[in-house]
């Protein structure tokens, strides 16, 4: 490919850009464009097979005009709008075809790195038994929010907002030794809980999607190693977030701290330092703790805080993770110890680390719309881009078929990530196709007009910063 309009600007190239591939000979015939080879930089494969079309007439997208009555929350507008979330109920939606595709490439991301760090992936059941819940007193003090249900023989359990218990249980059953650890097993799954007011989608859901891991340690130095390692996660996804030190409720433990998307629309209420790092949940300061602001200890979530309390200023966050040191809260209780050489043994240090997957989600959209739409960080768009043909002749339809191929056989990662709009005028006009390309936030759009067919000069749009060039194949 070649832009007839040259060098692209560096910010289009940057955000295509994060590492660069070895590639087959280009279709450019030897250019060395800066777009050229940011386009190249998506090469993430050296797969050469064939992949079909996928096609846009196939997908079930249900795009509508009407917007959700029950909120203004712009993210909650156009999932429902775009055809990514449906209603069920009061709290429980249905994740659409295009949803569940972003909800994966969050979870791989989120399984890369945990695979770095020794993590092994499980899975858990979703309805517990009660008993380790009584074991360890959480059955009496969570509250309302905790869904319970009895089976026929009038045998208790309930929907699992968290797998504390479930998880401290089967590593006790197991009784590893000081030879097997640290152990860091983790989930990605279903949670419930009943909230007294959901709202704003999946953004606060009594059905949620999170990442939950748990780890165990011999000594108390070796979990908080683990504590401070999640970062990565969010900037590969394309979240900036803040740490904040907060309360650990209901699940317990001797640290907590969350992580929180500064925004206008978030729910908690952060006091940040104006002069350092520092960052509070309010009802963490409130609780006590603001005597110790000034004495905050140096760790890789909070740095020295040499600052004042007058110095504090009041924001809004969206929490999308929450991290806990657990100590030895359940693993005492239900029996998690360490064994070493002799007959001695003790309890294992635990923590629990929890990313709202579906949350996370929500908040892309949140932080990045603009009026026209979704705008999605090309690494969990849905699908990278869309081929949209200007006519429906035979000339345009075998010209859009055959600039597909091309583009999945030199750019292998585009293989099932890019659409090929193939619905005629009488589905929908040029401009509404345009329009609802918008709405779904694909990362890139080429648009097949006359020039393709006169001069083989196709348009290409970014979506994130609306720049339009030519390039010609």
Request: with cysteine.
């Amino acid at each position: 490919l070649m832009f007839r309009s040259g060098v692209l600007s560096a910010r289009f190239a940057t955000w295509f850009t994060p590492r660069l591939y070895t590639v087959p000979a280009c279709l450019c015939s030897g250019s060395s464009s800066t777009v050229c080879r940011s386009i190249h930089a998506l090469s993430g494969t050296t797969n050469q097979q064939q992949s079909h079309r996928i096609r846009r007439s196939q997908l079930f997208i249900p795009v509508g005009r009407d917007d959700p009555r029950e909120t203004t929350l712009r993210s909650h507008i156009l999932m429902t709008r775009a055809g990514l979330i449906h209603r069920s109920a009061t709290g429980v939606y249905s994740m659409l075809p295009a949803a569940t595709r972003v909800l994966s490439k969050v979870e791989r991301i989120i399984d890369k790195h945990l695979s770095v760090i020794g993590c092994n992936k499980l899975s858990m059941p979703l309805l517990l038994p009660s008993d380790l819940w009584k074991e360890t007193g959480r059955w009496d003090s969570v509250g309302p929010e905790l869904f319970r249900v009895n089976d026929r023989h009038d045998v208790e359990y309930c929907l699992a907002p968290t797998h504390e218990e479930a998880i401290t249980s089967i590593v006790s059953d197991f009784a590893p030794s000081k030879k097997t650890l640290p152990l860091r097993l983790y989930q990605t799954g279903k949670k419930y809980r009943d909230e007294a007011r959901p709202r704003y989608g999946i953004m606060r859901a009594r059905e949620f999607i999170m990442k939950d891991l748990y780890t165990f340690d011999e000594t108390k130095e070796l979990a908080l190693k683990t504590y401070c390692a999640y970062h990565k996660i969010f900037n590969e996804i394309g979240l900036d977030v803040v740490v904040a030190a907060a309360d650990s409720g209901n699940i317990g433990g001797q640290l907590s701290h969350e992580f929180h998307v500064l925004s206008d629309v978030g729910e908690d209420d952060l006091l940040s330092c104006s002069r350092c790092e520092y960052t509070a949940n309010v009802e963490w300061v409130a609780s006590d703790h603001l005597d110790n602001i000034t004495s905050n200890p140096s760790s890789c979530l909070n740095p020295p805080s040499p600052c004042d309390k007058e110095l504090l200023v009041q924001r809004k966050g969206i929490e999308v993770g929450h991290l806990f040191y657990l100590g030895s809260k359940y693993s005492q209780v239900l029996g998690a110890v360490v064994r070493g050489m002799g007959s001695e043994s003790h309890p294992m240090e635990m923590g629990c680390y929890g990313l709202g997957v579906s949350r996370i989600v929500a908040t892309v959209v949140e932080q990045y719309a603009d009026e026209k739409g979704m705008r999605w960080p090309k690494s969990i768009a849905p699908f990278q881009g869309v081929i949209v043909p200007l006519l429906d002749s035979v000339e345009f339809t075998e010209l859009a078929n055959s600039l597909y191929d091309e583009l999945i056989h030199r750019i292998p990662a585009l293989n099932d990530d890019l659409v090929l709009d193939d619905r005629d005028r009488k589905q929908m006009s040029l401009g509404a196709k345009l329009t609802e390309a918008d709405i779904l936030g694909y990362p890139f759009q080429v648009v097949v007009g006359k020039r393709a067919l006169s001069e083989g000069v196709f348009e290409l749009q970014h979506r994130f910063t609306g720049e339009k060039v030519f390039l010609r194949r």
